[in-house]
């Protein structure tokens, strides 16, 4: 089985934090995933990789950085972190079509 | 520009009875259809999934149909189940590895 961890499952920060959040699958899969799940807005794609050190942006990459240093880990960066993103994260890997999702992070801003 | 469209965001329907969850898209270009499941505090899992090259997908209790002139997919779930309750996420792809979402839509199964 697929698994995807992500390291936290609630996560409450500051604004004007770094906040790192980190992924980790164990599938050997090419492509990982960050997303933010917002209630009415679904699933959005803030940014995704293809191959290590490679990055892509997603449709909402602002305020947001990643990085892909090993195959199995992809982390996301809030440089500085606002109430505007508090957010349900969602990170998932992925061979060819399928994705597989971590638990995802709740992430609270106060 | 949300290029696939869930436009109910909520549907709830009798234990044992049938659960149709509907899901439109605009691109044409598209050319594999996911659907997924999430329930609340979990990633979203996937369920079934289409090529267009077929009109419909069957797993169990799960259908999926395909009407790619009317660019409409639909999930079928028959019996529902109160565990079935979850919102459901249908997703498309161009043949790249992104997928794109709908907005989703919150099944509730009355026992």
């Known amino acids: 089985d697929v698994k995807v961890t992500q390291s936290s499952r609630y996560l409450v920060k500051r604004t004007g934090e770094k906040v790192f959040l980190e992924c980790v699958q164990d599938?050997?899969?090419?492509?990982m995933f960050w997303y933010r799940q917002d209630p009415g807005l679904g699933l959005r794609l803030i940014y995704f990789s293809y191959d290590v050190k490679m990055k892509e942006k997603g449709d909402i990459p602002e305020g947001y950085s990643v990085s892909r240093e090993k195959k199995e880990r992809f982390s996301l960066i809030l440089e500085s972190a606002s109430t505007n993103q508090t957010s349900m994260y969602l990170c998932?890997?992925?061979?060819?079509?399928?994705?597989?999702f971590g638990p995802g992070t709740r992430l609270t801003v106060t | 520009d949300q290029q696939v469209k869930q436009n109910s965001p909520s549907l709830s329907v009798q234990e044992g009875r049938i659960s149709i969850l509907n899901c439109d898209y605009t691109n044409s270009m598209f050319d594999y259809f996911l659907w997924y499941k999430k329930y609340p505090a979990e990633g979203p899992t996937f369920l079934i999934s289409i090529s267009s090259i077929k009109d419909k997908n069957e797993d169990g209790r799960f259908t999926v149909f395909l009407n790619k002139s009317a660019k409409h997919l639909s999930l079928h779930i028959v019996p529902s189940q109160p565990g079935d309750s979850a919102v459901y996420f249908c997703a498309s792809t161009t043949g790249a590895n992104n997928l794109f979402f709908g907005t989703g839509t919150r099944l509730t199964v009355i026992p």
């Open positions: 599938m050997d899969h090419e492509n």
């Open positions: 998932a890997s992925s061979r060819h079509y399928e994705q597989y």
